[in-house]
């Protein structure tokens, strides 16, 4: 019990680091306050350009990923802690979605789901970014990717693994994620929702005429 108690505190405080509020803060202004309102790598991309995007994706995608890595490879824990690196990944995304510090409004978790598929199985990983690909190929708008991949990825662990526990907590998980993504649904029926499109739209739109 003791080694889960660690693992989902050291998740959840890993998840609090924020890297796209922290940039926009230092830039001086709250990120959700901009854009979509998302504290996250998309909407960094929208307010801040490529740069912080890149930034918060890979510290978003790592700190999730490595824990898992390293509870799965390198640390060696007790036989009865099979769940321990699901738990922890879920920790990391539960503390990226609703940070203490940032009055428990985070971001939507994509990325530290990422970082937690890649640990756990690079197959799906790989699956995601297809269907990250294909999503921002046909729409441009991340937030589609995000909800087909948390939902597809209950029913992918219980298809390999069997284990109806991670698939109970999975599942939990993604109702969660959806949940936060149901305002950007609505934004994307109304034609509001700022996607890539239409940044590359306003980028255009504000350059010089040649």
């Given amino acids: 019990m003791s080694w889960y108690v660690i693992c989902i505190a ?25 854009g979509s309102g998302n504290a996250g790598a998309s909407n960094a991309l929208v307010t801040m350009g490529k740069g912080a995007a890149v930034c918060s994706a890979l510290v978003d995608i790592l700190k ?28 990391v995304m539960l503390g990226h979605m609703f940070p203490f510090w940032m009055q428990f409004r985070g971001g939507k978790g994509f990325a530290s ?3 937690t598929v890649l640990a756990l199985d690079w197959r799906f990983f790989l ?24 939902a597809a990825f209950p029913v992918w662990q219980f298809a390999v693994t069997g284990d109806l526990t991670e698939t109970i907590l999975l599942t939990v998980l993604a109702v969660i994620i959806i949940c ?20 590359k739209k306003q980028k255009s739109g504000s350059e010089p005429e040649k």
Avoid: W
Avoid at 180 to 199: D, F, V, W
């Fill in 10 to 34: 050291a998740g959840y405080l890993l998840g609090n680091i924020n890297t796209a509020a922290i940039i926009a803060r230092c830039r001086g202004f709250d990120i959700r306050t901009k």
């Fill in 64 to 91: 999730a990923f490595v824990p898992v890595f390293l509870l799965l490879h390198v640390i060696h824990t007790p036989a009865d802690c099979l769940h321990l690196p699901v738990v922890t990944g879920i920790a």
């Fill in 113 to 115: 789901l990422l970082g």
């Fill in 127 to 150: 699956g995601c970014m297809v269907i990250l690909g294909i999503i921002l190929l046909c729409t441009g708008y991340i937030a589609l990717a995000t909800i087909l991949c948390a």
């Fill in 180 to 199: 936060k993504h149901l305002p950007n649904l609505k934004r994307i029926a109304s034609g509001t929702e700022i996607g890539l499109r239409q940044k």
